[in-house]
């Protein structure tokens, strides 16, 4: 069985015999007690004994960094695929603070972005709605400027990039 210590838990005197080497508790012996006691508490706890906390720590600083790097990488994305936003392109975003929906790019000029924005939202994710026949409606524009603070702001989720089906 393996016991990883967290903290160094509460030391316990003993009084060992030099002769035969059997330990025992400083109350077998009154006249020792208090000696074994105080020594006790003179003598260090070794680093090994917070081998646990040593390895949670790691690990929680390992997830945090991984957490990091990843939402780093993923902004970088975005910004990528904004930069080089294509027709046919989803951007998925926050309509309000519980509200996802999400716009299909038809055409990129210059730095205008005209977008058939979908007809459905919801307060789950958006990908459930992400359906052609719900993007109807009629096409609004929007700045690449505009989406690029939209993106600074976290307003946007993500910025598919357009999918080439082969049949």
């Not at 780093?72 to 046919?88: G, V, Y």
């Amino acid at each position: 069985m393996l016991f990883i210590p967290f903290f160094a838990g509460k030391k316990t005197p003993y009084i060992g015999c030099g002769k035969c080497g059997t330990h025992y508790y400083p109350t077998a012996f009154p006249a020792f007690e208090q000696q074994a006691i105080e020594f006790s508490k003179q003598t260090k706890k070794r680093w090994y004994h917070f081998s646990g906390l040593m390895l949670l720590s790691i690990f929680v600083i390992g997830a945090v960094t991984l957490v990091y790097k990843g939402s780093q990488e993923n902004k970088k994305r975005m910004d990528n695929n904004l930069a080089a936003i294509q027709p046919n392109c989803v951007i998925f975003y926050h309509k309000a603070e519980d509200v996802n929906t999400s716009m299909l790019v038809s055409r990129v000029v210059a730095d205008t972005v005209f977008v058939h924005e979908n007809s459905r939202s919801t307060n789950g994710s958006a990908y459930q709605i992400d359906d052609s026949d719900n993007y109807k409606g009629p096409e609004t524009f929007f700045m690449k400027s505009e989406l690029k603070k939209w993106l600074a702001e976290g307003k946007i989720n993500d910025i598919t990039e357009p999918q080439t089906y082969a049949e």
